[in-house]
């Protein structure tokens, strides 16, 4: 008997998950919420993202997500994990993970969204700081112009300046 299960989702870009159906491209058939009764399977699955290895539905779905014999097929607007508040030094996502922030970690996307890193229990991923929160961040950044129109920042943390890359790949393709 086959157990093999497979089900289908999409992160948007302020990190909510919604369910989707292989068969019908482009439908959302509800969202899984963080709140309630479901967080605990929203932070199940986020804990266990990584990168779809399995050569299924690839490259529509470049992420998954494992439970016993079923598999999660995650596709993002930007990215696997979207952060949505950073509290006592740690960036939070799902409904209740959270991933200690770095600032030396950061970087910023050719299309200007800030990026951390994640780390789960089964990869390290790129995460997006969702924009109310890279606000925050960006209060705290200077830019300079330096030549040829490209642009230096630098996050003032503290004490410490972290100058933050400007990537010219997507964060799905960049490495940790």
């Known amino acids: 008997m086959n157990r093999n299960r497979h089900y289908f989702y999409e992160v948007d870009l302020k990190g909510k998950l919604h369910r989707l159906e292989f068969d019908q491209p482009g439908q959302r058939f509800g969202e899984i919420k963080s709140t309630g009764a479901d967080w605990r399977q929203v932070d199940y699955f986020f804990a266990h993202l990584q990168a779809n290895d399995t050569g299924l539905y690839e490259p529509e779905y470049p992420f998954m997500s494992t439970r016993m014999h079923e598999k999660y097929f995650v596709k993002c607007s930007a990215c696997p994990v979207v952060f949505n508040d950073l509290r006592d030094g740690n960036l939070r996502y799902g409904a209740t993970n959270q991933q200690r922030f770095d ?7 050719a299309e200007g969204y800030l990026h951390h890193p994640v780390q789960t229990k089964a990869a390290i991923l790129p995460g997006l700081i969702e924009s109310n ?19 230096i920042f630098t996050l003032q943390w503290g004490s410490d300046q972290f100058e933050i890359p400007t990537l010219g790949n997507t964060p799905d393709t960049y490495e940790y």
């Open 103 to 109: 600032p030396a970690s950061l970087s910023i996307s």
């Open 133 to 151: 929160t890279a606000q925050l961040l960006f209060e705290q950044v200077e830019v300079q112009e330096v030549q040829h129109g490209q642009m």
